[in-house]
């Protein structure tokens, strides 16, 4: 039975408290922080547990031959990566034989570069280091600074739509719709004044209205046909269109309708359909 969000956040904090008593005996960590949602009070059930730790800098060096011993000391894991990041850190991240999903970042005990986290909340401090490592709280999101690129990015998967069929490519074709969504529901959070680039994108629905939910809800069935392509990219387009000038024009950014007229031009041209 799926887990509520009280009793589902109640066992992410205790896995996030055995992770720190477990890292607390390697010698080789000297601070350990909960960050991200939990830390934040912002979680669900669903949330990962997010950790950053410092580690000695002759350890942080060779970090390289050692990053997944540590996980696995953390819980023993089915799946780990590390993620291509700057020098300075380690973006570690895994799920452990009971499906528990944690990152966790790593960074030398003396590097004091100054980083902006959505939150910390300290488990152990072996070195006094919390008094000279800046983790600060980042301040709020612009939620619009990437309207202009999502607009302008929809325009242009809408224009690709007679080169889809003009190669008969319906996986594309399909693979383009896919990204129309995801560019719709960026669209709907950002009039919520959310940013998916800056706030995370596995939580969708509970930051919509209803008016939201049913325009979701119009979308259509994407099918392997290309005439499904064809009838979905226009539908995107005729729900997407319409509140992207709305919202750029009620905060004062430039809506690029040259850009929208030519492809519309285009689409009648190329394929005798109109938006």
Do not use: C, N
């Not at 690709?160 to 399909?174: A, I, N, S, T, Y």
């Not at 997407?240 to 950014?253: I, S, V």
């Amino acid at each position: 039975m799926p887990a509520t969000d009280e009793s589902g956040v109640a066992r992410l904090l205790a896995f996030a408290e055995r992770a720190a008593d477990r890292l607390r005996a390697d010698e080789r960590v000297r601070a350990l922080w909960l960050t991200g949602s939990l830390a934040a009070g912002t979680a669900d059930a669903q949330s990962d547990v997010d950790l950053r730790a410092a580690v000695r800098v002759e350890e942080f060096a060779t970090i390289g031959k050692w990053w997944r011993a540590l996980l696995d000391a953390v819980a023993p894991t089915v799946w780990a990566r590390r993620w291509p990041s700057a020098p300075d850190e380690a973006v570690l991240s895994a799920i452990t034989l009971a499906y528990e999903r944690f990152d966790l970042v790593i960074q030398s005990a003396e590097d004091t570069r100054p980083r902006l986290l959505e939150a910390t909340r300290l488990l152990f401090d072996k070195d006094g280091l919390a008094e000279r490592l800046p983790l600060r709280a980042a301040p709020p999101p612009e939620p619009l600074a990437s309207l202009p690129f999502v607009v302008e990015e929809f325009i242009r998967l809408v224009g690709m739509l007679p080169m889809v069929v003009e190669r008969d490519d319906v996986p594309m074709g399909m693979e383009g719709q896919m990204g129309l969504h995801s560019l719709l529901i960026s669209l709907l959070l950002m009039e919520r004044g959310i940013d998916r680039a800056t706030s995370g994108k596995r939580h969708v629905v509970a930051h919509l209205d209803d008016e939201q939910r049913a325009v979701l809800a119009q979308v259509p069935t994407l099918a392997p046909t290309m005439d499904s392509i064809i009838q979905g990219r226009l539908a995107y387009a005729r729900l997407f269109l319409p509140r992207a000038q709305r919202l750029m024009q009620a905060h004062g950014l430039s809506y690029p309708a040259a850009f929208e007229a030519a492809t519309r031009r285009y689409l009648l041209e190329t394929l005798g359909v109109a938006l």
